[in-house]
């Protein structure tokens, strides 16, 4: 075996750190940084981390094998805590007992297993309680321990625990764990031994080490279960080896009134704000007892707490006497914890999120990491921290995720809506932003709801990690149980979803799926509106404003701009749009369509009516072979037709002419509209595209009123929408093969261009040909839009400053792009056609099966979100090379979907690309994303 003696097992604490922050692919996140802290000299139980390898190896050689090559790396690394400790694993007098942790190198939180208390049985029981002399605390940490294993290591269903501790507890008439007395744990245990046996037919295992290997078998096993696929997922985690598993001593929060355990931020993870030590604690507890929502926690600062007090409406008094915060309960504990709050911040550099236990009276640090944090706050610490001079303005782009800063760009409360709604109750702020939804109490019917297109609120008592799906879907997220680190809360500011958790008030019947506030009773559906920022919870739909762009956000905003090289524009049809996106900090128009304006009012009849007769003018074109109206008119009449033809033939090209009379200053009117919001700001605007049947009625109303419209018979509508009819309208007579063949709307549509421009002084507008896939196509159309644009000039005696391009969407296009470079003066990629071409999929009909590609793995992302690289980035470059071999400087840029997905922009940034385009929401990601394109040199 040629790892055999490969090392497996890296020390931390105790005087000994083998690993350091810099480790953290090799040791998982919290490995690495155990080690850290203890080097910085914070008081770190000592432990050793088994690595990501060895993970690996277990997926790789299986559970026996790795077991057997780690086995004496394990047991040198226990005895060094065994050492550290003063305490021997399994054995009388002074047990050792230990945390068993997962922790991959990328942070997913609470998303694998931990066994807390290991090492327990009834001979350590006993020594521990003759050391001790607190029998509660033991009996209380083992039947954490049967419980925690019982879960993560046995399988034994979390609810048997439960029912036996409720149980038990009823019996006393307790509400709280605390309140147990040692007796009272020992009848839980007993019950817990029972169910234990009873599920898994074998006693529960005493032996220590056989303890041990199970949990480490098990937080191996925990890498792949099914919560933890999907968190990756979400959150794109990929190309990691597995999980690291830390054993680490134990020190006890749950000791007594002396202990405390808690988890703190050394910034607000809400806001940003640096105003005081963020956290929460609980006095006699263990592990995730604070996140529980098990007892309501206390805050760490006396400021926190008070204003913690305030929002529940908690009165002094008994603010003090019931909840007091670290600072008043332990001075001195917080105050060393506040120090190494400043310690951590200055050698990370950035928000902490940590972990610590006060064992009687002495603090420990358990954890730190990065904080999750809402795009609000990751962009206030960036620009704080640049403020502070802790990190440089390169960094503080960096440091923001693009994708991230949707919530920022996301609406808010219109406010004296907000004033006017019915307000049902207020719970905590637990992720920012407004959400307005239809109340749902599953995360299963979240998701299938989300499907139906419904926008939902989740109300949920409490979330758990199974919930990640349903939570990832919700508008908002409202909880009746738990604080600001609940799993609710934490999960929501990573996906930046508004949440409001902790909400007491609200109850939540599951069974007969109704939520009831203060006596009032909403059901399943109902409308309900959360506002993430305050903790108000309001009765039905509240409407919504957009929200602030200066401040940090203008800061950070400010810095990409000065950091990218790649310019950024927006896909807009109107002048409102274009004004939104020009405020998101557009630099012009990459993509106009102009299909939309043809829906409009009055356009619409005037479409139909050329639509009407479109084919029958043609033929008649083709039938004499002129191209020109007037010659046509001339033809026919001189073509000895019969009466009756010659006067429908006139009537149907006087019609022909009539609409695109008609047509001409309302879309002339369109682009004025737009060219004065862009304010000399270029625009590219994109020929008819779509194919003539999606202009008409289907339907038979539709197409009765049409008839009524058009002075026709209803039958002669239903077969002009039969004639259109396409097999497969995506690849059928679309695009420039509509200017083919009405050349008169491709010159209709170019003077209602021009004659705009001329009119709003400084208009740059860009013509863009669609579909072309060979160069003729192209050149044909550009003699059109010539011929046009030097008619407009001669009429108005002005030189117009029109680039003519073409979009490259097909893959012949790409394949052949130094041809159409000789006629084009710029390109576009519109990347979502060349996805459906280029990959052979509809994107009508490809939802059914690319979730599973997905899956699989057979594409790494869905394609039509994520440009694939591999395959459609290859014609892209291709396009690019040729494009720029036969016409040097060519304008390049991209008008997909995907230009304001992250990863596509740095892949464009890559290929030098002049600009990507995006639908305006997405105008300031793109931005971000393209300085850090242009800082990481990618
Ligand atoms: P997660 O990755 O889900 O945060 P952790 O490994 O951090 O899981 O463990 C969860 C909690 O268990 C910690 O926050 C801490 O409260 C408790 N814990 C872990 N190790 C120890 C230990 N050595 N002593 C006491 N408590 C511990
Ligand atoms: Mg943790
Ligand atoms: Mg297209």
Known sequence: MAGK???????????????????????????????DMAS???????????????????????????????????????????????????????????????GAAASMPGMMDTVLNLGLNPDTVQAMVARTGNERFVMDSYRRFIQMFGDVVLGVPHHNFEHALEAVKAAKKVK????????????VISHYLAAVKKTTGKAFPENPMEQLYAAVNAVFGSWNNPRAIKYRQLNDIRGLLGTAVNVQAMVFGNSGTNSATGVAFTRDPSTGANRYFYGEYLINAQGEDVVAGIRTPQQITLKGSREWAKSQGVSETERKAMYPSLQEAMPKVFAELDGIRQKLETHYRDMQDLEFTIDDGRLYMLQTRNGKRTAAAAVQIATDLVKEGLIDEKTAVLRVDPSALDQLLHPVFVKKAEEAAERLTVGLPASPGAATGQIVFSAETAEIWSVLGRKVILCRTETSPEDIGGMAVAKGILTSRGGMTSHAAVVARGMGKCCVAGAGDAIMDYKTKRLCVKGKTLKEGDWLSLNGSTGAVYAGSVETVDPQLTGPF???????????????????D?????????KFGAEGIGL?????????GSRIVAFRRLILVAETVKKLKDRFGVSDLKALEAACKTAGMPAKELESSLRAIAQYKQALKELLPLQRKDFTGIFKALKGLPCTVRLLDPPLHEFLPQDAAGQLEMANQMGVKPADVKALVASLHEFNPMLGHRGCRLGMSYPEVTAMQVRAICEAAAAVKGSKPEIMVPLVGAVKELAMQ???????????????????????GTMIEVPRAAMTADEIAEEAEFFSFGTNDLTQMGCGFSRDDAAKFLGDYVRDGIYDYDPFQVLDQKGIGRLMETGVNLGRQARPGIKLGICGEHGGEPKTVAFCHGLGLDYVSCSPYRVPIARLAAAQAALSGK
């Open 5 to 35: 003696s490969k090392k497996l097992v890296y020390l931390f604490g105790g005087g000994n750190n083998e690993g350091d922050a810099s480790m953290r692919a090799l040791l998982g996140g919290k490995g690495a940084n155990l080690a």
């Open 40 to 102: 910085l000299g914070l008081p770190v139980p000592p432990g050793f981390t088994l690595t990501t390898e060895a993970c690996d190896l277990y997926y790789k050689v299986g559970r026996e094998q790795i077991f057997a090559m780690v086995s004496k790396q394990v047991d040198d690394a226990l005895k060094h805590v065994e050492s550290a400790t003063g305490k021997t694993f399994g054995k009388d007098p002074n047990p050792l007992l230990l945390s068993v942790r997962s």
């Open 176 to 187: 709280l764990d605390t309140d147990l007395d040692a007796d009272d744990l020992k009848v």
């Open 554 to 572: 203008g800061v950070i905003m400010k810095l990409a701009d000065k950091y990218r090289r790649l310019k950024v524009r927006t896909n807009a």
């Open 574 to 582: 109107t002048p409102h749009d274009a004004a939104v996106a020009v």
């Open 592 to 600: 106009c369509r102009t299909e939309h304006m043809f829906f409009e």
């Open 782 to 804: 550009k003699t059109i839009i010539q011929a046009t644009i030097a008619e407009v000039e001669a009429a108005r005696k002005i030189k117009l400053n029109v680039l003519i």
